[in-house]
């Protein structure tokens, strides 16, 4: 059994006397530690902007030209926090209590009330920022409500709430590398982590622009490389977006835990060709204003106008008729798949619903409508062609978020000591479901509140600057990068990247995506190993290694998602039981909803690496539900 | 199933032949030069960059090097794509990155001349690559409030008219992509600029440092070998968030000011 380190004493309590008991690292010491920060997404941009702040010395890195745009920046409609600004009922507990339940009851509850009491801190940081959300006439902020919650605790900038807060972070971040106190490495992928004596001494890069692959050395390294999405091919994630850091230092000992548990999200654009490179999310918020619903007639072609009030099929608002259009998205998801597969989904392919505006647009006016969503309904015609203002959307569920992630303590620190996990990259808050505007509360308080403490704890117990780069581990470690580059760069077989890539992702979703069984699966564990042993003999990867070569990073990360979709797979397998974004067809109610299995599932399953294609061992962590009780999520 | 080609029904596709001229340029300092490349069968519901994917899956296949270009999210918001498509930065749609334009806004038989981003501010990297880390020492030079983690005040404690957040709102959309430096023909950056200080300068929580801040990053953006404004407007005719001009004139006065009380 592994230990979560969760404090002592009641749930309301723990952070507060954690905080005050963890050991304290000297204010003039704390230059003397060195600490890497992998990716500038919100959680690893606000984590080095408040290290720094506090005096430690940090060396930033990500893959992208600049910090400012790693994914957390496409996040669309809004951050939750418990102000109870609108008066409405909402607490720490109520936003706990929602984020367990949401989670189908599969996260630490010591974890997540933890990130309800923080969330209130993260609202106040970003305004002092200066992130412009969006506020009432009296000049105060403004809310609205999202998926799995009945209270409205979101707060947003227009449809571009990730974007004004990765800016934000972002501006904290670039406030310390201009006093020097942050070193920043963009365009560096980091290709490894390097352990010496268990403990993580850290990383080897390769810059992306020169090709040169170097060393360097940190008392405590940071993930926060965000989820792997991107093993289905076609997500919401964007293009760089992978599992190379994540699963490099999972191959290095880091535990991964519940890589089953990922989020398909309901509301995206449907998929129309098979050059297809991404899926593009139209935000939750939409489902405030907008009714979901499929013709009642199989097969019927009539254009949406067309069809009369009484042949339509409000399935969410019938079946759910307490939370609407407004249930969690593993719900919403599943029951637009269950229509489709009936025969009633709309569009060319008949894999798509409609998300019907005409109402609110009777009710509110479009200026309203325009004035709440305006950059979305735009997007959609840009994609589409098609205006949301006059037909309904068309949607459909596309992969948007993991969460599942490397293991992590209550402390964020993975099992490997010294290497700590943040954000959408660490398993720890979310369980099986993450409810809507949950994410980017999350990777900030990550960041900002929980990591920068913690953190601390830890290096107060280690002497600075043992580390140097001249240590063997470092030298083994630099050459196995270099030989895997190098291997990668002279097979020169017939098949691009991106046509492995694609035969992946279209297997992990048939088998694996929104419902999972039994044969399927174990199908699934006999073709990946055929596919990545084809890879490695046919894989085309053209260009060398001393200069940029978009190729070559995507055939390194393919490779990876070619191995740790196993790991996936094999997670699914196990898991003999549904719950949020992880459905297993043998397991379900009478009613078709999530049949959990808390005698014999009630844990997380974190899986160590015995080698690629060997079958990893699986360590559990039980989940002790002290405050909330497990109960049978009910949105009806 | 998402990935399949959609089976058995009846798609109307539209696809067109176009002729590319491509700037291919193998580094910073290797000359660079025009390649001419077919793109045959494109479905007008590609977007650009997925045109640009198809025609460099058909290169590698040949045994050629792939065009290098930056894109990431290709939903319009990271600002890391970005390319001039026949004189225009991001192509000829308004108020649109080019991962966001679509082939159906091309006809058959067009030639596109696609080249990147030239400003002495962003060296070219490779082919359509360039190096915009000039933008992020400006931020880095001002772009912020200096306010550390743990010492905000309560979030309402601070109202804001709605009127200044919405302009506010308006400027920090920006992207920083740099198709404004790349529409200049001063190969300015002061519509990045002018959206970052006016963004802060509406709002209470960036009044105090507004005057250190514009002046701190005028003067980086000087540094780094931008250009002057001389009121053309093709700045924000290229802008893909379509920020307004008007964050220039305020920049400009902020500016003004700080000098004359500095």
New interface residues.
Partial sequence: MLDSKIPEGPLKEKWTKHKSKIKLVNPANKRKYHVIVVGTGLAGA?AA??LS?LGYNVHVFCI??????A?S??AQGGINAA?N?PNDGDSIYRLFYDTVKGGDFRSREANVYRLAEVS??I????????V??????????DNRSFGGAQVSRTFY??G?T???LL?GA???L??E??KGAIK?Y?RTEMLDLVIADGVARGIITRNL?TGKVERFAADAVVLATGGYGNVF??STN???CNVTASWRAHKKGALFANPCYTQIHPTCI????????????MSESLRNDGRVWVPKKKGDTRQASQIPEDERDYYLERKYPSFGNLVPRDLASRNAKLVCDEGKGVG????AVYLDFADAIKRLGADKLKERYENLF??YE??S?VSAYKEPMMI?P?VHYTMGGLWVDYNLMSNLPGLFVIGEANFSDHGANRLGASALMQGLADG??VL?YTIGDYLAGVKSGQTKTDLPEFAEAEKQVKEKTDRLLSIKGKK?V??FH?EL??LV??KCGMARNDAGLKEALKRIPEIRDEFWKNV?V??SGT??N??LERAGRVADFLEFSETLVRDALHRRESCGGHFREEFQTPEGEALRDDNNFCYVGAWQFQGVGNEPTLHKEALNFEEVHLAQRNYK | ???D??PN?????KTITLTLKVWRQ??KSEKGKFEVYKADNI?T???F??ML??VN?KL??E????I?F???????????CGAVVNGQPHGP?D??TLC?L?M?NFKTGQTLVIEPWRAKGFPI??DL?V???S??RI??????????????????S?????KN?EL??DA??C??CGACVAACPNASAMLFVGAKVS??SL?P??KIESKERVLKMVKKMDEEGFGNCSNEYECEAACPKSISVTNIARMNKEFRQAEVDS
């Fill in positions: 606000s902007a408040s702040e992208q030209d600049s910090p400012r745009r994914h920046i496409a102000k600004y209130n801190c609202i106040d940081q970003c305004v002092a920022q200066g412009p959300f969006a506020r009432e006439y009296s000049g105060y902020l900038a227009r571009q990730g974007q004004q800016l972002y501006s904290a670039m406030k590398v201009g920043l963009p622009v091919y076609l964007a293009k760089a449907p998929v129309h060709g098979d050059y297809q490179s991404k899926l593009t999310l060319a392919t008949g894999q735009e997007m840009r994609i062609g459909y596309a900002y509140f920068p691009t991106d046509e694609r992702g279209k979703w048939d085309n053209p260009g200069d940029l978009q190729s | 199933m998402p990935h080609p959609l029904l009846i798609i109307m596709t193998k580094s479905d519901d590609m977007s960059l997925e994917d198809v899956e590698t296949k045994g050629k090097e792939p290098a930056d894109h990431d999210c290709r939903e319009g918001i990271c600002g890391a749609l108020a649109t966001q679509h159906r990297v490779r690559v190096d915009r880390s933008f992020d931020m880095a030079a001002g772009g912020f409030v200096s306010v550390k983690t743990g010492s905000a005040p309560e979030a309402n601070i109202a804001v008219a709605k957040a506010a709102m920090a959309q992207i920083g963004q802060l709002l929580q960036g």
